[in-house]
């Protein structure tokens, strides 16, 4: 107990790094800026608070994954699984949470610690040199001037693309004589989403609406920032092309209207609280005006009273290039006594965020007990998303990435029988060959 390893940040990989370090017997100090600074983001002063979706995405660890991350971080004690788990809200095969109650879970698990110093501060600089054991978790919305003091000491610029939010409704202000309860293909419980449908001309109708939508006006340095494919606005999506929403979170397929006639396009919205009385849009993350999200969000059948608990948004990620400035320990080249964890390194989503955070916590406790960091395997969905960012991507095009079986070394082509393994057979192939691996390398935990 005599070490103590400082951990910056307090959003979900921080948390789960203060936490897998606390768990070995290691002395940690969390720091958290807000509410002394707080983001474009956040919203409260809670630990681990969920800015965007309150969805970990699915929870199918066969066929999928960030499903099969799920289970993994189970397997491996992770608290911000177990939090979630603990706060679960329906919503099909995905893995979605109460925000505040999860957020209260995380933050009310650490504190009782007693190897857990919680400090509220903004950490403006590099960590003086008597801090020979840091892990930088700052996420993706790292202030500017820690960003900056980070940008100077790897001698590269961080890159960074911009995020959205979605809108939260009250389900007591929701049409249900022309909305309806019902998961895509009824998996789940089969009555996870609340519908709406539209017909072929409202759909057209409201794509021009959204085409027309006066947007939030970027700044000079924020014009030549890419977005993340995965989480782009619904308006830039309708530039794409005005059929891009009905194949993409507006589709219909899997679901049947009982109010009406086969839907052309169907918005989905999901259960955001335990209570079930709000619920989010889902895929409708935007950077319309305010005002503008509330007369064009209302055309929608079934939404034409809607009241929002909180309208979308959209706020600046910030990321290093992992493969360039990070060794396979997650730590700084530039400097080794510095860890970084979670978005900052270039992974994207909450589930991958969480496993960044635990792998550089066990790095770090590893260290500080003078103990080996072992890696585990890159067939592991844990191993996928770590050798991506500290070298599997390309230095040159590297973006940030969720995790997915392309991450993988490639599983066999074909079975015993010289047939080819192929679509659903060969994820699970990829999931059944993680869980053999990963057995030895979480016997060492």
């Known amino acids: 107990m005599t070490k ?68 993994e971080l189970r397997k491996a004690g992770s608290l911000i699984l177990a939090s979630a788990d603990a706060n679960k809200v329906p919503a099909g095969g995905a893995l979605a949470v109460d925000r505040d109650g999860f957020s209260a879970s995380v933050e009310q698990a650490l504190a009782a610690l007693p190897n857990v110093t919680i400090i509220r501060e903004e950490i403006t600089t590099l960590p003086p040199e008597d801090w020979d054991n840091v892990v930088i978790a700052t996420g993706p919305l790292t202030s500017e001037p820690l960003a900056k003091a980070i940008r100077e000491q790897t001698g590269e610029d961080s890159l960074s693309f911009f995020d959205a939010i979605a809108p939260i409704i009250h389900k007591d202000s929701i049409d249900f004589s022309k909305a309806w309860f019902q998961s895509r293909y009824d998996k789940g419980e089969g009555s ?14 409201f794509i021009d609406a959204l085409l027309a939508g006066e947007k ?16 782009l606005p619904i308006e830039v999506m309708a530039e794409r092309g005005r059929d891009t929403l009905a194949y993409g979170p507006g589709k219909p397929v899997g679901l049947t209207n009982p109010n009406g006639p086969k839907p052309f396009a169907v918005i989905q919205l999901r259960q955001d609280n335990k209570l079930g009385t709000l619920y989010n849009m889902v895929g409708f993350q935007t950077k319309l005006r305010h005002g503008e999200q509330v007369r064009i969000f209302r055309t929608i059948p079934g939404l034409e009273g ?44 909450y589930v991958e965020s969480t496993a960044i955070g635990l792998l550089a916590g066990l790095a770090a406790s590893a260290q500080a007990l003078g103990g080996e960091f072992v890696s585990p395997p890159a067939t592991t969905a844990l191993g996928a998303i770590l050798a991506h960012v500290t070298g599997g991507a390309h230095v040159d095009t590297y973006q940030p990435m969720n995790v997915n079986f392309g991450l993988f ?37």
């Open 4 to 71: 103590t390893i400082h951990v910056i940040g307090g959003g979900l990989a921080g948390c789960e790094a203060a936490w897998q370090i606390a768990q070995r017997g290691t002395n940690v100090v969390l720091h958290e800026m807000r509410p002394h600074r707080p983001t474009p983001a956040h919203q409260t002063d809670g630990l681990a608070e969920l800015v965007c979706s309150n969805s970990l995405r699915s929870d199918d660890a066969d066929y999928n994954a960030v499903g099969l991350l799920h289970e």
């Open 192 to 205: 996870d989403y609340i519908n709406c449908a539209l017909t072929k001309d409202e759909y057209y109708a």
């Open 216 to 231: 939030v006006p970027f700044h000079d340095w924020e014009k030549d920032t890419p977005y993340f494919e995965g989480c």
């Open 306 to 349: 809607a009241e929002f608990a909180r309208l979308g948004g959209l706020h600046r990620n910030t990321f290093v290039n992992g493969p360039k400035v990070l060794d396979g320990q997650l730590r700084l080249k530039a400097q080794p006594r510095l860890r970084l964890a979670g978005q900052i390194t270039g992974c994207e989503g």
């Open 409 to 445: 070394p490639p599983a066999p082509e074909r079975d015993e029988r010289g047939k080819k393994i192929k679509g659903r057979d060969r994820k699970k192939l990829y999931s059944d060959r993680a869980r053999n691996d990963i057995s030895p390398w979480l016997s060492q935990l």
